[in-house]
């Protein structure tokens, strides 16, 4: 089935949507209901589904929906469990700890996957920042690194990585890509340690004196979850889901039906739900199902108008002009607006028909590395290329962090993510001299820029602008 640039319609309208709504006053109350959202989402969607149905694609909305239900199901397993636990005690709410908050969560992205690390550590981050009034860029940054940049490491990092691994790329392939996660990780923290530095000077004494008093050792509420956070790792490693591919060629045997992976993570949830801490989870973390539910309402939505959008991406590729720094661009900015996963397997499938020696899996290797990079790093520059960004900023707002808006997100990740990824891309996937001294002169800048902007900092707190978002 061929489609037409037009079917790529309804899945702008619902960006739009979730870009512009929130800063409409007319609409912004009423945007902010979820089965308002769910409304939206399933008017979009569903006459793509049915599109589909009608015309013989019974498949590809029953992929799109076995692949939500999949994210969904892993989400709500990870935001159930991580809500059960909570860091006690209180750290200074300092640059360095700050910086090496997101230190950590980066190293934990590539074992626990992005999204087992950022449901993790955003609530003991906002816990730890409470005192503080600047608190919005520290969210951010955990978007950019915790909940994508770090987790290139392993299949188990993020999806896009896991669906490789399924194709034959070897598990311990991507640690080669540590030079590459060293250098994004390792911008991105300096970048950060100098703008929270700057703002933590701006603080009123009044709040760096409370900050100081609060400070307590730390313990851990809920240990139990622990042991269900790795349980939770391990059945997306090992147990399988529905094998909806047997299923499509008629071969599948009674255990291809049963999404053994999925009942596994309901499983622990609802364990964690039961067995867990009360006071640690709906005190202490004033756990509510908002984000979630948010979440799920949104996202029925993008996978269900994502579904033609990807067609005629996969359409259209071909024609594309492909080498290493194009199949970067290609798959980082299409996985910033479309899921990163089925963008991977779009130029993943491409780049095996074109060859090349070394290959893994099929693939040119210095292609496999620029679809890598890109499908992972550029997830953050908006807030549904990867799944946990939304959570995270879900979140972030139900504990009254007034987050920027869609719009104001991508500013955000143009300022600070896109420059140092174009960086990378120059110094690690191009091919060309020039093109490698560029991009280390554009690193040089950046931390230029970070110096200059940790300098500019005031001893005191002084005049600062009404809205928290301008940070």
Known sequence: MQTQWWGIIPFVVMLGCIAVAPLVEAVSGLWERQRVQLLVSLVLGVPVAVWFLAAGEGMAVAHSMVEYAQFIILLLALFVVSGGIY???????SPRTNTTFLGVGAVLASIIGTTGAAMLLIRPLLNTNAQRRWRVHTVVFCIFVVANC???????????????MLRGVP???????VPEWLFVNGLLLVTYWALDHKLYAQESPKARAWDRSAVAPLGVEGRIHLLYLVVVVAAVALAPSIDLHAIEEGHAGVAAWVPWRELVLLGVAALSIYTGDKRARWVHNTFRWGPILEVAALFVGIFLTMIPALRYLAQVAPSLPLNELTF???TGGLSSVLDNAPTYLTFFE?????????AVAGVYEPYLVAI??????????TYIGNGPNFMVKAVADSAGVLMPSFGGYIVAAFTYLVPTLVAMALVFVATTTVAHLVGIALAALLL???????SRHRNSGGPRPADPRRE
Do not use: H
């Open 448 to 454: 230029v820029r970070a110096v200059w902007v940790a």
């Open 372 to 381: 890598s990079t890109g499908a992972v790093f550029c997830g953050a520059v």
């Open 171 to 177: 598990f311990l392939w991507t640690l080669r890509l």
């Open 150 to 164: 770090g987790g290139l490491l392993t299949p188990l990092g993020d999806p896009p990585l896991f669906l490789g």
């Open 328 to 330: 970067f661009f290609f």
């Open 350 to 358: 491409m780049a095996q028909q074109l060859g090349g020696e070394p």
């Open 87 to 93: 860091l006690t005690g209180d750290l200074r709410a």
